[in-house]
Nanobody
């Protein structure tokens, strides 16, 4: 069983910063890409940022240099540093990861996409 757990959300004033963290735990053989998505009320879930095993990153167009994604491969963690937050950044932020579960075979069979339960980020004006 693989689980993703986010932390670090909360209420912040416009212009402020938050740092989100996500840890993957359970029977993990390997993790490929990791990322952050968000979903605001009445809107579709959208990509915030993604990072590969080689630490290549990509961001949603709305980020515009305000957010930074990073990961700690040894700890199976991914982070999202969010600066210059705006009220329109208010959403539930979800962590996701492409994980190959460990079945005790010494090799990976396939990858699955796992999601965390989400953490609320609210930016007040």
């Amino acid at each position: 069983q693989v689980q993703l757990m986010e932390s670090g959300g909360g209420l912040v004033q416009a212009g402020g910063s938050l740092r989100l963290s996500c840890v993957a735990s359970g029977s993990i053989f390997s993790i490929n890409g990791m990322g952050w998505y968000r979903q605001a009320p009445g809107k579709q879930r959208e990509l915030v940022a993604g990072i590969t095993t080689g630490d290549v990153t990509k961001y949603g167009d709305f980020v515009k240099g305000r957010f930074t994604i990073s990961r700690d491969h040894a700890k199976n963690m991914v982070y999202l540093q969010m600066n210059s937050l705006k009220p329109e950044d208010t959403a539930v932020y979800y962590c996701n990861a492409d994980v190959a579960p460990d079945y005790g075979l010494g090799y990976a069979i396939r990858e699955y996409v796992y999601w965390g339960q989400g953490t609320q980020v609210t930016v007040s004006s």
